[in-house]
């Protein structure tokens, strides 16, 4: 069990011991139990709390980092984060902005209160705007999609500050404060999120054939006319990092289809790239899907019911946006002389940032849809 460091002071706030005066003027008492603490800031041991009548207990270091960080955020009054298109638009602040400090006006930062079926860890209400940004203090697990779905319906901006990379072991206040207020490389935003992804996130599309015929170009969808024919179902299978999304265009009865993304993470590699990853394959679908008049979402299903007389549209603009954002890598492999089971065995092997450079010049992209348009 590592040394108890952080406490609740008199006045009410959460402390780090190097916060404190030493000994039991430290007027601080256990987050837990609220035993009253002597603190122990001698020059030979690590400096500690310790309980009054000498009997320690356990505690949780992810609870005790968790208050702590709040109480940081609570304190500043605000918090630097990091912008894109999207949420600076939404909050009203310019979009060229890379990254900006909010502080709250009027209303200090609050936290544990209630907005809709959700209760933030914290709520900065941005006064000359009038929009409020919940705060997600990250510990251990992420947010789950629920919440997610939630800030997106309430029309909620919302902020994740990752704080996993602060480990008991060699803990520093002083960086902790950095990455909770300064700095923003550990923080995104669930809602919303960022505008269509560029092609370069994403680099593998895999189709759904069978494997002797994997690495064909897909055949551009064919959606039917009325009388409807029976069901047709396209897809086309994204391995974004190391999660596999397939988004899928299926009839629905005779009046809609269906866009449908479903997400799977492969084996127990759910990382935090692939969760990263999944919901802007989301995006792209809903920009697409959400582009034309009329669509009915089910969040929850993840789908879009689009109507039949805008069915093809969406379809056809979904394949568009495939062949734009997805790099059909399989064919430029091919190119290569790569054999599909090489071909499987590197788009396991590869990561962002890891990819090996090309070793012959790269062609200009083929894109296998407008070939079949001629
Ligand atoms: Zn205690």
Not at 13 to 28: F, K, P, T, W, Y
Not at 71 to 95: C, S
Not at 248 to 275: D, F, K, P, W
Request: with cysteine; hydrophobic share 40%.
């Amino acid at each position: 069990m590592p040394k108890l460091v952080f406490a609740l002071h008199e006045s009410g706030r959460v402390l780090h011991i190097a916060d404190v005066a030493s000994g039991l003027a430290c007027q601080c008492t256990c987050l837990d139990c609220r035993e009253p603490l002597v603190a122990r800031k001698g020059e030979v041991r690590e400096h500690h709390f310790g309980h009054t009548s000498g009997q320690e207990h356990d505690w949780a270091w992810e609870t005790h980092l968790h208050a702590y960080a709040k109480q940081l955020i609570m304190d500043a009054g605000g918090l630097a984060v990091p912008l894109h298109a999207t949420v600076a638009e939404h909050l009203g602040l310019a979009a060229e902005t890379k990254d900006a400090r909010l502080q709250a006006g009027g209303t200090p930062i609050q936290q544990e209160i209630s907005r809709g079926a959700v209760r933030p860890d914290l709520v900065l209400h941005l006064a000359e705007r009038d929009v409020e940004i919940a705060l997600e203090v990250r510990v251990t697990h992420g947010c789950d999609q629920a919440k997610r779905n939630e800030f997106k319906r309430q029309r909620l901006a919302a902020l994740e500050i990752d704080l996993r990379r602060f480990p008991p072991e060699r803990f520093d206040p002083k960086k902790l404060a950095d990455a909770v207020l300064l700095r923003t490389e550990n923080k995104t935003w669930l809602w919303p999120l960022p505008p269509p992804p560029a092609r370069d996130w994403v680099y593998q599309l895999v189709d759904e054939l069978p494997p002797e015929e994997a690495g064909q170009p897909l055949a551009k969808p064919q959606l039917p006319r009325k009388p409807l024919p029976p069901p047709v179902s396209l897809q086309f299978r994204v391995r974004a990092w190391r999660a596999a999304v397939t988004v899928s265009v299926l009839q629905e009865g005779e009046e809609h289809i269906c866009v449908r993304v479903m997400e799977m993470a492969i084996g127990r590699m759910a990382t935090t790239n692939a969760e990263q990853a999944a919901p802007r394959i989301a995006e792209l679908v809903e920009f697409v899907v959400t582009g034309h008049s009329s669509y009915a979402e089910n969040p929850r299903a993840g789908t879009w019911l689009v109507p039949s007389w805008e069915a093809t549209a969406v379809a056809n603009a979904l394949q568009e946006a495939a062949s734009r954002y997805l790099i059909h890598e399989n064919e430029q492999r091919q190119a290569q002389g790569a054999t599909l089971e090489a071909d499987l065995r590197y788009r396991r092997q590869a990561w962002p940032g890891q990819r090996p450079e090309p070793s012959t010049p790269e062609r200009p992209r083929d894109n296998p849809y407008s070939r079949r348009r001629g």
